[in-house]
């Protein structure tokens, strides 16, 4: 048995160490090293096959993308402006509204300052020799007048009407209105040196002008 494994060992040897195997094997290398090449050739044809027919729909994805970041840009621009349109709207619809709450009764503030010049005058009138407790009638009547004149004025402070009387005061053509011009001795050109008619402001905006006459240089 022993002898017979050493002569299929020794035979096997033969074979593979014979001369036509040794011979053929740069034939069978160089087969191998050409069907290796030709495969690597064709995977690289494949390849660029498959990005030759990519590239058309690669453009076409980055051409719609930029197209669609550039509607985008400009609807967030649309949005912004919308965003500052309304708010600006709102901002001056906000102002009216103020506005109104503020100057809403100034027609009637301006009816009631006729009231308010007539109970002047009337306690303007009346002499003051007069008023004394021997004419207990006047004098009543005249301390009724000036009391509905204070009550009224505390009615106009209480709603933001101010009374102007800018005797001596620097003529101000937002708040006076001169009727004449005229040389006073002692007085300062460009002021104010008689109100035949007082102003008044509401909240800050002249609802009435003074009347007023203004000093000016001899």
Known sequence: MASWCVRVVRQSFSVVASPVLL??????LCTAAQKKSNGQNSEEDQSGAQKTEHSPAVAAWTEEKTKLEEQLKEMTDKYKRALADTENL????????E?????????FCKDLLEVADVLEKATES????????????????YEGLVLTEVQIHKVF????LIKLNPTGAKF??????ALFHSPVEGKEPGTVALVT????????RTLRPALVGVVKAP
């Open 23 to 28: 011979r053929a094997s740069p034939r069978l």
């Open 90 to 97: 709102r901002q001056r619809s906000q102002k009216l509204v």
């Open 99 to 107: 506005d109104a709450k503020l100057y809403g009764i100034q027609g």
């Open 126 to 141: 009346v002499p003051k020799e007069e008023i004394s407790p021997q004419n207990p009638h006047l004098k009543n009547l």
């Open 157 to 160: 402070t209480k709603h933001g």
């Open 172 to 177: 101000d053509p937002y708040e006076h209105e």
């Open 197 to 204: 008619k007082v102003g008044y402001k509401l909240h800050g």
